[in-house]
Each structure stands twice: as C-alpha cells, then as structure tokens.
C-alpha cells in the first residue's frame, strides 16, 4: 500500500515546512518538497499541519477487568481520533499486571484488535498492594518497558529503594504515583480556598512533594530511572530542576488539565474536574507552563483515565477520580495555550512525540526517512467538538464535555495504515 500526503506543513527536524511525504508499505520513504510519483491513495493536506504520531506515555485501557469504563478496542480508537499512534498502558486493571501472563494478553489483544501500538507497564509492586517486589524479571522479558504502581504509591520507604535497585539490574524506568497517604488522607480537591468554600476535604501539596523528596533520594542512592508522573504543584518542579542540575536521571512530565485548569474549575462541584493529583492554584499551574517551555517537564501525559457516567454523575466525594484525555489533548493545548502565544506549537509537538518517546526507549515519533509511518494530519482552523455523541471512547468523564476546542485531527495514520478519518 502506497500513501502520498500532499501540500502539507510537515513537522521535520524541529522545523515546519512545506513537504510532501510518500508511504511505502508501513514506513516513510521518500520526504521532499514535491512528490509527483503515483500512490493507491493520495491526501490533499494543504492547510493541514502534518505531525508525527502522538506518543502518550500514561493511559488507562481499563482491560482485563473492567471493560465497561474502557477496553483496548475502544482506547486505543479514542487515541486515533486524538492522534495518538504509541500507548503506555498502565498496569492497575483487574487482575493487575504483575505477571507475563496478563501482559502478553495485553500485547495480543492490542496487536489484533488495536488502533494504536500499546506498550505494557509493569506493576512496581505484586498487585499493586505495595508489600512486594513483582516479578519484574519475567514481565521484562516479555517486553514491559517500565514498572508502576500508577493509582497508588508505596508507602514504605525500604520496599521502594529495593524496588529501584531490583528494576535498574533490568534497565527498567520507575514511574511513581507521587502521594502520601497520610497526608493526603480521604482529600477531594486541593486543599486551598475552594475546598474551604465548598467544603470538601482538601489534598495538600506536600502530600505530592514529600514522596517526590524522598523518591528523588532514593534514585540518588541507586543510579535509578525515575519519571515522576502527572507533577503538579511549584514546589515539586523546583525539586525536579534542583535534581537535574545534580545530574541525577529524573524525568517528569505534566497533564493537559494541569497546565490548563486550577482549582477553580471545582467550584461547580462538576465531578469532571475530579482527578488526583487534584487542579492546583493559578500560580502551580504557571510553574507547569513555565517548566515545560524550560523543559524542567519534559513531555505531556494525558493520564486517561476512563469511568462510567454511573460512577461520575454522582455525589463529589463519591465520585472516583479521573478523567479521559486521548481525544481532548491536542485540541485543548492548542486552544488554551498555543493560539493565545503562551507555549509553542514546536513545544507541544515535542513533548507529545519525540520526547516521551526517547524516556521509555519507544520507537521514535518523527518524520524520517526509513521511520515507521506513525503520522498525524491537523487542521488548526477548524474546531473539535466535545458532544458525549462525539466522543470515541466508551466513557464522557472529561472537564471538556460540551465544549468546542479549535485544532481538528483529520487523519492518523499507523504504520501507513489510516486508524482515524474526520472527513
């Protein structure tokens, strides 16, 4: 199957320019200015921008074990519409991934059935229960590219210096769900002026930057990778950067709502706006911002995180936290930060492709000769609605329901196969 994208401005080395690109088979071949040759299919991009695959290194698929929110079929067709082609999906399903069996069911129903490439997390921890080290040998020999206890985070300070040695004989990256139980206790929003407002109980900061201190030790003593997900708060980032400037190997990176919403976004009591780390202050989200222009952040993580209308359209402190991600992402960067000038496109592109690509050593998401053909085409003009009708995933839990976002994917395209077609 031969592939011609015409007229398009293409994403190539750091730099947008008008390119047309030819797909042979599942990989780019030929990337010039123009491309006359004959293909069985022919895409007119002209006022499209043309990116490589969105790389999305935090997901929930919700498969095995509870299907009704999410299953990989439906995941990974909500990662095609938002451009995503390369899923890391994280471990805290029913049963939990800390054995080879349930990643290689993982790895065959995504390989038959999926729209995207899905790439295994590891449990960090046997059942996630942060008692004992999982079986991290086996699971990397069937292809886990990190270890995670994503959803929760062990408490013990012992257990997770030996889960960071036992992970880096493997060469394994430890991404940590940064929170301290005892502080966080049974918190729903941030704890500042808003759940004193409302009366909710609050989260404070420090229950984030107390396990990303220690953590952070802990990776010192033992030469580990550590990826802090999801960071959220100003003083977290400022340990990053202090750990950075130390040389250790300590990556981070920051979700869309994050960088965009604060807590404000609670006053509703819209169970949408519910997620953990909860919606920070004004300032905490300017010190994202900051940091990822700064790359003290490294990349953009959606943290989809998928539920069932029944279990959201209830009660504040009822409802679990979480929201989905794949299909608002780019849209939502774009319009919120983006066209108002306060990130660049560049920036954007950058830490939803390249760079969490290069922190799990995934394939790398670029337009290249001879790379696979993992392609998005945008049309930054038009908008993308949010309508549940509208919505590929099973599950509508996102702070952008009902709303329109400019920037529109048009096409995706995986491994020269297209996955996703608006028009």
């Known amino acids: 199957m031969t592939t011609l994208i015409k007229n398009g401005t293409a994403y190539v080395d750091g730099a947008f320019v008008k390119k047309d690109i030819l797909i042979e088979d599942k990989l780019i071949t030929r990337i010039e200015d123009k491309i006359n040759e004959p293909a069985e299919k022919v895409i007119d991009a002209k006022g499209m921008h043309v990116f490589p695959g969105f790389v999305d290194i935090h997901v929930h698929l919700r498969d095995p074990g509870q299907t009704y929110k999410e299953?990989?079929?439906?995941?990974?067709?909500?990662?095609?519409?938002?451009?995503?082609?390369?899923?890391?999906?994280?471990?805290?399903?029913?049963?939990?991934?800390?054995n080879i069996a349930t990643v290689d069911y993982i790895q065959r129903r995504a390989k038959d059935l999926g729209?995207?490439?899905?790439?295994?997390?590891?449990?960090?921890?046997?059942?996630?229960?942060?008692?004992?080290?999982?079986?991290?040998?086996?699971?990397?020999?069937?292809?886990?590219?990190?270890?995670?206890?994503?959803?929760?985070?062990?408490?013990?300070?012992?257990?997770?210096?030996?889960?960071?040695?036992?992970?880096?004989?493997?060469?394994?990256?430890?991404?940590?769900?940064?929170?301290?139980?005892?502080?966080?206790?049974?918190?729903?929003?941030?704890?500042?002026?808003?759940?004193?407002?409302?009366?909710?109980?609050?989260?404070?900061?420090?229950a984030e930057e107390v396990i990303i201190s220690r953590d952070i030790m802990l990776a010192e003593n033992t030469g580990s990778r550590l990826h802090i997900a999801h960071i959220s708060t100003a003083r977290s980032i400022e340990l990053v950067r202090e750990a950075k400037q130390l040389g250790f190997n300590i990556t981070c990176e920051v979700t869309p709502h994050h960088l965009i919403l604060t807590e404000d976004a609670c006053l509703g009591f819209d169970t949408n706006t519910k997620m953990k780390p909860p919606l920070r202050t004004e300032a905490d989200r300017q010190a994202c911002v900051q940091a990822l222009k700064d790359g003290i952040i490294d990349c953009i993580a959606t943290d989809h995180a998928p539920h069932a209308d029944f279990e959201k359209v209830r009660e504040f402190d009822h409802a679990p936290f979480g929201v989905i991600g794949l299909e608002t992402a780019f849209p939502a960067l774009y319009h919120?930060?983006?066209?108002?000038?306060?990130?660049?496109?560049?920036?954007?592109?950058?830490?939803?492709?390249?760079?969490?690509?290069?922190l799990l050593d995934l394939p790398p998401s670029a337009l290249k000769i001879g790379y696979p053909a993992d392609i998005c085409l945008v049309d930054l003009n038009q908008e993308t609605s949010f309508e549940p009708e509208e919505i590929a995933s099973k599950s509508k839990n996102t702070p952008w329901l009902n709303q329109k976002l400019s920037g529109k994917v048009i096409y995706t395209i995986l491994d020269g196969r297209i996955t996703w077609e608006a028009i």
Do not use: W
């Open 71 to 98: 299953d990989i079929v439906s995941g990974t067709r909500s990662a095609a519409r938002g451009g995503f082609t390369s899923l890391c999906a994280m471990p805290n399903t029913d049963p939990v991934v800390d």
């Open 115 to 206: 729209s995207a490439k899905v790439y295994v997390i590891g449990a960090m921890t046997k059942k996630s229960e942060g008692l004992e080290i999982s079986e991290m040998a086996t699971m990397k020999s069937d292809g886990i590219v990190a270890v995670s206890d994503d959803g929760k985070c062990v408490q013990n300070a012992k257990l997770m210096l030996n889960c960071m040695r036992y992970a880096t004989n493997f060469g394994l990256p430890l991404i940590v769900h940064a929170e301290d139980y005892n502080l966080s206790g049974s918190g729903q929003i941030h704890a500042g002026k808003i759940a004193l407002k409302l009366g909710l109980t609050g989260i404070p900061a420090l």
């Open 336 to 358: 919120h930060l983006v066209k108002p000038g306060h990130i660049s496109l560049e920036r954007i592109v950058d830490a939803l492709t390249s760079v969490p690509a290069s």
